[in-house]
T-cell receptor, first 112, second 115 residues
């Protein structure tokens, strides 16, 4: 069953602006991961944040995790046309069912 | 060199046929996976193998049979293809398996169209 739900489903912004995507989940987690999928390609891992972490950075990416609200956000600063892609969150459940559960993704379009 | 490679990239076939998708990883990872991505972009795990042994087998029809000849290869054979099998199938691998919570490396996908 789908646990992660990304919000919004689609986002269109101007190049140079910041893009924020959210992910909500239902059960306790071990970690939460963000992936990018360019059109017609496989998914590429961006960042992993563990349940005891609140914020992580990687280049222009900033991920936050709020376990009390069961939500995470991915911020892409100074967006570029090359950031156009679908972004997925995946949660590793914290119970005995060690499976990655995926959301349906946010489609991000960066307008030049 | 491509880390996770799967072939073919496109597969168009008639209902009732049998087809295979091959996957190879050169990362030295212990665990490999097959995922199905439907038209709404939902990703659903189908199978997971760790060192050639099946560790996750989700509820998929028996027509789908994975085979892992060694830990670098995980092939997917599909019998009696149905229209509903049309989707993109992704192979992936990870270092220590999902139990370690490691990140996944994905292949570029096989778009299967059943006519």
């Amino acid at each position: 069953s789908q646990q992660g739900e990304e919000d919004p489903q689609a986002l269109s912004i101007q190049e140079g602006e910041n893009a924020t995507m959210n992910c909500s989940y239902k059960t306790s987690i071990n970690n939460l991961q963000w992936y990018r999928q360019n059109s017609g390609r496989g998914l590429v891992h961006l960042i992993l944040i563990r349940s005891n972490e609140r914020e992580k950075h990687s280049g222009r990416l900033r991920v936050t995790l709020d376990t009390s609200k069961k939500s995470s956000s991915l911020l892409i600063t100074a967006s570029r046309a090359a950031d156009t892609a679908s972004y997925f969150c995946a949660t590793l459940r914290g119970d005995s069912n060690y499976q990655l559960i995926w959301g349906a993704g946010t489609k991000l379009i960066i307008k030049p | 060199d491509t880390a996770v490679s799967q072939t073919p990239k496109y597969l168009v076939t008639q209902m009732g046929n049998d087809k295979s998708i091959k996957c190879e990883q050169n990362l030295g990872h212990d665990t490999m996976y097959w995922y199905k991505q439907d038209s709404k972009k939902f990703l659903k795990i189908m199978f997971s193998y760790n060192n050639k042994e099946l560790i996750i087998n989700e509820t998929v029809p028996n027509r789908f049979s994975p085979k892992s000849p060694d830990k670098a290869h995980l092939n997917l054979h599909i019998n009696s293809l149905e229209l509903g099998d049309s989707a993109v199938y992704f192979c992936a691998s990870s270092q220590d398996g999902i139990l370690g919570g490691e990140k996944l490396f994905f292949g570029s996908g096989t778009q299967l169209s059943v006519l």
